[in-house]
T-cell receptor
């Protein structure tokens, strides 16, 4: 059975305290892995797409990496405005436009 | 360029009532999808469309209907609302895999 698991469920960081969020997946064939940010009461906002093991993408304080079994979202020196829920999703080979989402990590950055 | 828009933002229904959640996009994307988001469950795919006139079921399609008569619009219909359909509904359109989400519709079924 295809599964996407995110950990931890919630994370509290002091401003400037770097950490990583994990997205592990067990799927039959990965076409792409996506990271989204979701603020309360809003729709998810696209951050990154990763397609192959070893690939890395960066945007400001965020860096996403991908291995054959998991992806990490590294947050360097976070600021309070980075507080949000971070979602990962996988797109499987042969499923067209179907995506499977994890349940997310709720990040709180304390000033 | 408004992106993906959804109406209404919030709706209260009684059990057995029907309604249509509207979704429109102005990015000329072929792919559109409907998700529901429930606490602890993540986003789950209800129905999706790969172009005008073509729709298919996702993970949780029961109780919902969709149609796609134009590229821009992808309405979601609840035929007979049930309390289990209380949720937040998101519409998304996508290009080359990247999905762009609307602001969501919060639905409460009493």
């Amino acid at each position: 059975e295809d599964q996407v698991t995110q950990s931890p469920e919630a994370l509290r960081l002091q401003e400037g305290e770097s950490s990583s969020l994990n997205c592990s997946y067990t799927v039959s064939g990965l076409r792409g892995l996506f990271w989204y940010r979701q603020d309360p009461g809003k729709g998810p906002e696209f951050l990154f797409t990763l397609y192959s093991a070893g690939e890395e993408k960066e945007k400001e304080r965020l860096k996403a990496t991908l291995t054959k079994k998991e992806s990490f979202l590294h947050i360097t020196a976070p600021k309070p405005e980075d507080s949000a829920t971070y979602l990962c999703a996988v797109q499987l080979i042969g499923t067209g436009n179907q995506f499977y989402f994890g349940t997310g990590t709720s990040l709180t950055v304390i000033p | 360029n408004a992106g993906v828009t959804q109406t209404p933002k919030f709706q209260v229904l009684k059990t057995g009532q029907s309604m249509t959640l509207q979704c429109a996009q102005d990015m000329n994307h072929e792919y559109m999808s409907w998700y529901r988001q429930d606490p602890g469950m993540g986003l789950r795919l209800i129905h999706y469309s790969v172009g005008a006139g073509i729709t298919d079921q996702g993970e949780v399609p029961n109780g919902y209907n969709v149609s796609r008569s134009t590229t821009e619009d992808f309405p979601l219909r609840l035929l007979s609302a049930a309390p289990s359909q209380t949720s937040v509904y998101f519409c998304a359109s996508s290009y080359v895999g990247t999905q762009y989400f609307g602001p969501g519709t919060r639905l409460l079924v009493l």
